[in-house]
Protein backbone atom coordinates (compact mmCIF):
# COMPACT_ATOMS: atom_id res chain seq x y z
CA UNK A 1 0.00 0.00 0.00
CA UNK A 2 0.96 3.50 -0.71
CA UNK A 3 -0.79 6.62 0.97
CA UNK A 4 -0.25 10.19 -1.20
CA UNK A 5 -0.18 13.61 0.57
CA UNK A 6 -0.38 16.28 -1.44
CA UNK A 7 0.66 20.13 -0.45
CA UNK A 8 2.02 23.62 -1.42
CA UNK A 9 -1.15 24.35 -3.90
CA UNK A 10 -2.43 27.92 -3.40
CA UNK A 11 -3.54 31.32 -5.04
CA UNK A 12 -0.72 32.75 -7.16
CA UNK A 13 -1.05 35.17 -10.28
CA UNK A 14 -0.04 34.57 -13.87
CA UNK A 15 3.70 34.57 -14.18
CA UNK A 16 4.20 33.38 -10.53
CA UNK A 17 5.50 29.93 -9.47
CA UNK A 18 4.60 27.36 -6.87
CA UNK A 19 6.15 23.83 -6.01
CA UNK A 20 3.61 21.38 -4.88
CA UNK A 21 4.88 17.97 -2.87
CA UNK A 22 3.80 14.21 -2.69
CA UNK A 23 4.58 12.85 0.37
CA UNK A 24 4.61 8.89 0.29
CA UNK A 25 3.97 6.03 2.21
CA UNK A 26 5.15 2.63 1.94
CA UNK A 27 8.41 1.00 1.45
CA UNK A 28 8.53 0.42 -1.65
CA UNK A 29 7.98 3.98 -3.25
CA UNK A 30 11.29 3.85 -4.56
CA UNK A 31 10.60 1.38 -7.25
CA UNK A 32 6.79 2.81 -8.39
CA UNK A 33 6.41 5.87 -10.99
CA UNK A 34 4.73 8.89 -10.00
CA UNK A 35 2.86 11.34 -12.39
CA UNK A 36 1.07 14.47 -11.66
CA UNK A 37 -2.64 14.60 -12.90
CA UNK A 38 -4.93 17.89 -12.79
CA UNK A 39 -8.37 18.61 -13.47
CA UNK A 40 -11.16 20.86 -13.57
CA UNK A 41 -15.05 20.81 -13.10
CA UNK A 42 -16.76 19.33 -15.90
CA UNK A 43 -13.01 18.19 -17.48
CA UNK A 44 -11.80 14.59 -17.58
CA UNK A 45 -8.23 14.06 -15.48
CA UNK A 46 -5.72 14.95 -17.40
CA UNK A 47 -1.60 13.74 -17.11
CA UNK A 48 0.43 16.42 -16.53
CA UNK A 49 4.01 14.91 -15.70
CA UNK A 50 5.46 11.17 -14.86
CA UNK A 51 8.73 10.30 -13.62
CA UNK A 52 10.20 6.66 -13.95
CA UNK A 53 11.03 5.42 -10.24
CA UNK A 54 14.52 5.95 -11.12
CA UNK A 55 14.21 9.55 -12.50
CA UNK A 56 14.66 8.60 -16.17
CA UNK A 57 12.57 9.06 -17.88
CA UNK A 58 9.96 12.12 -17.38
CA UNK A 59 6.82 12.71 -19.43
CA UNK A 60 5.15 16.59 -19.74
CA UNK A 61 1.89 17.18 -21.08
CA UNK A 62 2.88 19.58 -24.37
CA UNK A 63 1.01 22.83 -22.01
CA UNK A 64 3.61 22.55 -19.34
CA UNK A 65 6.29 21.55 -21.17
CA UNK A 66 9.37 24.55 -20.66
CA UNK A 67 7.47 25.76 -17.24
CA UNK A 68 6.66 22.59 -14.85
CA UNK A 69 9.65 20.28 -13.48
CA UNK A 70 9.10 16.94 -11.79
CA UNK A 71 11.81 15.61 -9.42
CA UNK A 72 11.58 13.01 -6.87
CA UNK A 73 13.81 12.43 -3.67
CA UNK A 74 13.26 8.77 -3.09
CA UNK A 75 15.66 8.98 0.33
CA UNK A 76 12.71 11.41 1.60
CA UNK A 77 9.70 9.49 -0.32
CA UNK A 78 8.12 12.77 -1.77
CA UNK A 79 8.34 13.78 -5.38
CA UNK A 80 8.24 17.46 -6.77
CA UNK A 81 6.52 19.36 -8.96
CA UNK A 82 7.95 22.91 -9.40
CA UNK A 83 5.63 25.02 -11.91
CA UNK A 84 6.90 28.13 -13.16
CA UNK A 85 5.36 31.21 -15.58
CA UNK A 86 1.85 29.97 -14.52
CA UNK A 87 -1.09 30.59 -16.45
CA UNK A 88 -4.64 30.58 -15.59
CA UNK A 89 -5.10 28.00 -17.72
CA UNK A 90 -3.72 26.25 -15.01
CA UNK A 91 -5.85 26.31 -12.66
CA UNK A 92 -7.46 23.01 -11.35
CA UNK A 93 -6.88 20.74 -8.60
CA UNK A 94 -3.65 18.52 -8.88
CA UNK A 95 -3.72 14.95 -8.07
CA UNK A 96 -0.27 12.87 -7.48
CA UNK A 97 -0.86 9.27 -8.58
CA UNK A 98 1.87 6.63 -7.91
CA UNK A 99 1.86 2.81 -9.83
CA UNK A 100 4.47 0.25 -10.35
CA UNK A 101 4.02 0.93 -14.18
CA UNK A 102 6.02 4.02 -16.17
CA UNK A 103 3.66 3.58 -18.56
CA UNK A 104 0.35 3.01 -16.71
CA UNK A 105 1.16 6.36 -15.28
CA UNK A 106 2.41 8.33 -18.66
CA UNK A 107 -0.63 6.97 -20.39
CA UNK A 108 -3.08 7.89 -17.00
CA UNK A 109 -4.15 4.36 -17.09
CA UNK A 110 -5.42 1.89 -14.34
CA UNK A 111 -2.68 4.04 -11.82
CA UNK A 112 -3.15 2.17 -8.42
CA UNK A 113 -2.81 5.20 -6.10
CA UNK A 114 -3.86 8.57 -5.84
CA UNK A 115 -3.89 11.39 -3.44
CA UNK A 116 -6.67 13.34 -2.34
CA UNK A 117 -6.08 16.64 -4.13
CA UNK A 118 -4.34 20.06 -3.85
CA UNK A 119 -6.05 22.88 -5.42
CA UNK A 120 -3.99 25.72 -7.68
CA UNK A 121 -5.54 28.93 -8.28
CA UNK A 122 -3.69 31.35 -10.93
CA UNK A 123 -5.48 34.83 -11.51
CA UNK A 124 -5.07 36.87 -14.64
Known amino acids: QVQLVESGGGLVQAGGSLRLSCAAS????????MGWFRQTPGTEREIVAA????????YYADSVKGRFTNSRDNAQNTVYLQMNGLKPDDTAVYYCAADASYREVRDGNKVDYWGQGTQVTVSS
Open 26 to 33: GRTFSRYA
Open 51 to 58: IHWTGWPT
